[in-house]
């Protein structure tokens, strides 16, 4: 894809922060020529999405809240690359993470809360505030990512807690729901304004997009003046419809989906999914489809990039700082957490990719930046994997953090033209 990789190894086990709660094992990174990385913090337990301030302290989100705590701040007091203070603090544990107008702002499965910074300090001091309540609460796709524009717009994601909206869910040969019912709280991306406390979903909430089966890796891109998102595609296509897909199909289909989120926008979940090996959006099986059937032309977008089928996407950030050549400048990153739907085949995903821009559109094919962090072997079940990227962020260094929720460990990733 364009730059050789060269192995970078990062034996994790062997750097020690100051707090941390276990090692994790090491692990090799393949990072692009030029570019190396430390391990700024670990044991930190499942880590979600991060955001760092602009006194270069980090914050990142806990999927599960740890003895009452669900978010962690982090500082490197020496500039060594490596996180030498850590505090835990905030009662919710969840997903999203975003900084507005000296104000920390992370959510739960079911809440967008901030804490106001008073200074310099690592813990913000200011009351935990609750800014949007009132989404569903759900087992299935329940984070709710969140991204902020310059002036204030709050976009939140509601996943649907489905495949895809069937009348009996996860069943062979069960016909889909229309219209999808998921689709009134959940199943796109809602607008809220960052400035306002106690604004519920449905009373107070804009659906700004739809037809998004789950989007945890939302950003919004200042340059492009437009919120972008990536989306989880649908799974088994080959169990619930043996008629029209086989075990091979399944594997590849269909494409996770990135995409700019223009304001009334459809996706086309769950009517449709995106075929990335015919370049083509189809009709989905429980809605009449056979894996033939193209969807009614001009109907719903189709992706910027099509990546391949069940990787997870789940963090994604745009570039523009001043640390890494100009070729990144204004190019987004994307965050893959790994597949599962390939089994008994090998799993994909894993890894950190990044996606040339210009004009808040793809200029080349996106590429791997990092790589490795599931381990040195192949594997064929997501639990075997060491590390599972989530959560991106840029530092104002410019260098790029990366969370992992398996082995509770953040990278930060700088580049260097040291030989």
């Known amino acids: 894809m364009g730059m050789d990789v060269f192995r970078n190894t990062l034996l994790v086990a062997g750097l020690i922060v100051a ?3 276990q090692a994790a094992d090491p692990v090799e990174l393949d990072l692009l020529p030029g570019f190396e990385a430390t391990v700024f913090a670990t044991g930190l337990g499942q880590a979600r999405h991060l955001v760092v301030r602009e006194n270069g302290d980090v914050y990142v989100t806990v999927r599960n809240a740890r003895d009452g705590k669900g978010v962690i701040g982090l500082r490197d007091g020496d500039g060594d690359g490596v996180a030498d203070l850590q505090k835990a603090f905030g009662h ?7 900084i507005y107008r000296d104000h920390l702002f992370f959510s739960s499965a079911d809440t967008v809360y901030r804490m106001k910074f008073a200074g310099d300090e690592l813990v913000p001091s200011g009351e935990m505030e609750v800014v949007v309540f009132g989404f569903p609460r759900q087992g299935a796709h329940a984070a709710k990512s969140l991204a902020i524009s310059a002036d204030g717009d709050l976009f939140v994601n509601s996943g649907a807690p489905s495949n895809a909206c069937q009348k009996r869910g996860r069943s062979a040969g069960s016909p889909g729901q229309n219209p999808c019912p998921h689709l009134f709280r959940g199943g796109g991306i809602w607008k809220f304004s960052a400035d306002r406390l106690n604004q519920d979903q449905v009373a107070d909430g804009q659906r700004y997009v739809t037809g998004i ?4 890796a939302i950003a919004f891109n200042d340059a492009a003046g437009e919120l972008y998102f990536a989306m989880h595609g649908r799974d088994q296509l080959d169990d619930l419809w043996p008629r029209f897909f086989n075990a091979d199909q399944r594997e590849e289909l269909p494409a996770e989906e990135f995409h700019v989120a223009l304001q009334d926008s459809d996706f086309g979940w769950p009517y449709t999914y995106y075929d990335g090996l015919k370049n083509q959006r189809m009709v989905g099986p429980e809605y009449g489809g056979d894996g033939k059937k ?3 032309d001009g109907k719903y977008p189709d992706p910027l990039v ?3 089928a069940h990787w997870a996407p789940n963090g994604l950030v745009f570039y523009h700082g001043n640390q890494f050549p100009a070729e990144y400048r204004g190019g987004a990153f994307v965050a893959f957490h790994g597949s599962w739907n390939r089994a008994p085949g090998l799993q994909g995903g894993y890894q950190v990719v990044f996606v040339p821009m210009k004009d808040g559109k793809p200029s080349a094919d996106w590429r791997s930046f990092a790589d490795g962090f599931m381990g040195d072997r192949p594997i064929r ?3 075997q994997a060491k590390h599972r990227p989530v959560g991106v962020a840029v530092g104002p260094d410019g260098s790029l953090f990366v969370s992992d929720s398996a082995g509770g460990t953040i990278w930060k990733i700088f580049y260097s033209t040291a030989e």
Request: charged residues 15%.
């Open 19 to 21: 707090a941390q709660a």
């Open 92 to 98: 919710a544990g969840g997903t999203g993470a975003a």
């Open 213 to 216: 089966r789950n989007s945890v």
């Open 294 to 296: 193209p969807a009614p």
């Open 306 to 308: 099509a990546f391949p």
């Open 381 to 383: 079940n997501r639990r």
